[in-house]
């Protein structure tokens, strides 16, 4: 999983024409820690799709704009629009982000 540092970064990969998959995170989050013990198996299986992540306590305004309230929080863009978000209280277990996925990327 790519890791995206800045702001002009992450706006040059979500106009991309396929969805990309972003991951918002901090540090000191104990759920983003447990996401991270089962997300490799989701990713994959979604392999077809390029997976990003981004603190976002390093990236500031980027959480803000695209409304995650809570992390960690599992996003979806293409052509430099948000197409689906899954919050943070959905995240805990590899079967919700499994299910939101396929919901969203078939």
Known sequence: MEHIKTAENFNEIIKSEEPVIIKFFADWCPDCKRMDMFIGEVMEEFQNYKWYQINS?????????????????????????????????????PESVTEFLHQQLG
């Open 57 to 93: 306590d390093e990236v500031e305004g980027i959480a803000q704009k695209y409304e995650v309230m809570g992390i960690p929080s599992i996003l979806i863009f293409q052509n430099g629009e948000k197409k689906a978000h899954q919050h943070s209280a959905y995240t805990k277990t």
